[in-house]
Structure formats: structure tokens, C-alpha cells
């Protein structure tokens, strides 16, 4: 059974910083892409961020670029969001996801439970 566990979510003032992990079992994740969405309450789930296989490529979200990274470290089954200069807009449960195949094509098949980050302001 596949599983996904985000963790590094955290309170943090605006500006501040937050790496968050997620760590996978049941797959291997070395040869799927990967993604992060996060979802504010009272709005729909969005996307983030993901990244290939291999890491040679990536995408934002408007709204995060330039202040996030994704990153992934395939030897230890774990995917990383790196987040700096965290706004109040910010806020939300972040979720890891995996795609179902090695490149960046939005099929998104197994998800985790979720990670609290909230920025105050």
C-alpha cells in the first residue's frame, strides 16, 4: 500500500521560512513525478508545485515562484518543499501527491493526509 506522509509544517511570522518532507513507502518514487497542492479553508485544493523524476524539471505556481523550490532526494524516497518569505495568503494544508508517470502530466493518483502551515502576519 502506497503511502505519503508530509511533515515541517509548522506557525511562522511573515517572512520567515519552512522546509517541508514527504516521505513515501509502499512506492518507489524515483521514477514518478511528484507535486505539493495546498488548500486554504473555504477555498478549493491548488496547485503548488512538482517536479519530474529526475528533478530536471519543474513548476510553480504563479503565486509561489521565485519563493518556493521543489526538490527531491530519490535515494531516500522523500520529496521536499523548501518555502522563504511566507505571506499570511500562505496559509493552508499542504499535501503531497504522486503522478502517474515520470513526467509532469497532472495525473495525480496517491495523496497524503496533509501538513498545517499557517503564517501570521
Known amino acids: 500500500q502506497v503511502q505519503l506522509v508530509e511533515s515541517g509544517g509548522g506557525l511562522v511570522q511573515a517572512g520567515g521560512s519552512l522546509r517541508l518532507s514527504c516521505a513515501a513507502s509502499g512506492r518507489t518514487i524515483s521514477t514518478y513525478a511528484m507535486g505539493w497542492f495546498r488548500q486554504a479553508p473555504g477555498k478549493e485544493r491548488e496547485f503548488v508545485a512538482a517536479i519530474t523524476w529526475n528533478g530536471g524539471s519543474t513548476n510553480y505556481a504563479g503565486s509561489v515562484k521565485g519563493r518556493f523550490t521543489i526538490s527531491r532526494d530519490n535515494a531516500k524516497n522523500t520529496l521536499y518543499l523548501q518555502m522563504n518569505n511566507l505571506r499570511p495568503e500562505d496559509t493552508a494544508v499542504y499535501y503531497c501527491?504522486?503522478?502517474?508517470?515520470?513526467?509532469?502530466?497532472?495525473?495525480?493518483?496517491?495523496w497524503g493526509q496533509g501538513t498545517q502551515v499557517t503564517v501570521s502576519s
Open positions: 501527491t504522486s503522478d502517474q508517470t515520470p513526467w509532469i502530466a497532472g495525473h495525480y493518483d496517491y
